[in-house]
């Protein structure tokens, strides 16, 4: 009954936070539990939450562990415990899945939904483990109430069923998300002839992108950039805006995260290399947002970034790139323009600004990036 109450308030308590929005206790906007939670995996076709369903197997769960007593009817006991050996079942292949998914392919983890998924484990373990020794005791013959391997058989159907999630969510491809709204200021231009970008600064349509080299979001999306350029055919550009997600140069960040310790030196590092060498940028940009063949993505450090960095322009002209007035002008404008644009705590990135209006955007690939730059920044389809 404990652990089936844990698991409905976990699991209640990041449903209530899917609907209502915001962030979690503890995981501030890009942190990796923001980025489980805002995956495509938090959901079943990006309608369904996976933490209503567990919320609604855990009450179920609660519900029946009232009736699995001895005092209660055997008719009913016998009815309760398929019914726990079934959502036991679910709550274990659930686990299994979504560590697999954490693991494989967000590469990040959310402590909520691990203590989750441990409590589910603990259960069926208990559960499975407990059932077959339940015994009808009014009977002559003291019959078991469940089997050993109705049991087993009882709790692979409800892996089944999460089988059956799991292809849904594969399957059904979630709709582009994306949050929007309009900044009442003045925003900070950046002449695209004079900063870092992908595309051509005579492009017709200059997009500002605010991102952190930290943020997994920003990396996957950052693959898109060059796609939706070519589609463009040379009318768009991205004007490369670091924001980093850390106090230390951003004041617009409530709290820090160990996640983005490093975060406002690996902007500074990236901006000299501009300085010191504009053509090196982009090879360096590429690098800071490849994985490793092989492996999964993960952020450089800064004693390799550094590295990459005099490999690429030199020592020397790496050194004095750095004491260059223009770097901390360049990050103090796009850190006011991640400011203004900043609504209701939602300090997210990657962020798109075009004129007044700004967007953080959730796109699976280049189709919906696209989109998400026509429905919400007003430019017309390529």
Known sequence: ?????????????????????????????????????HSRWSAVGGVLPVSGLAAGAYLAMLVASLFIGPATEVSVRRLAWRAM??????????????????????GSFCPYCMATHITGLLLAALIIWQAPKQFDDDSSDARRVIGVLPAFGLALGGVVLTGIMAACQVHFK?????????????LPVINPHAAPLVGSPDARYVVTLLFDYNCPHCQQMHSMLNEVVRRYN???AFVLGPAPLNTHCNPYIPQDLDEFKDSCELAKIA??????????FSNFDNWMFSPEPGHLWHPRTVQAATAKAVELVGQAKFNAAKTDPWLN??????IRIYGDT??????????????SHWVIPEPNDADELVSILHDSLGLPSP
């Open 271 to 280: 901006m000299a290399v501009w300085v010191a060498k504009r053509e090196a």
């Open 234 to 236: 040379g009318k768009l």
């Open 329 to 334: 002008q360049y990050l103090q404008n796009t």
């Open 174 to 186: 979630p709709p582009t998300v994306y949050i929007g709204g309009k900044s009442q200021d003045d």
């Open 342 to 355: 900043t609504l209701g705590g939602n300090n997210a990135v990657p962020k798109m600004v075009f004129g």
């Open 85 to 106: 050996l079934v959502l036991v079942g679910a709550a274990a292949g659930s686990a299994v899945w979504f560590i697999i998914v954490q693991e494989w392919f967000i």
């Open 1 to 37: 009954m404990v652990l089936s109450a844990l698991g409905l308030t976990l699991s209640g308590y990041l449903g209530w936070h899917y609907l209502e929005g915001g962030s979690v206790i503890g995981c501030g906007g890009g942190s990796p539990c923001d980025q489980v939670l």
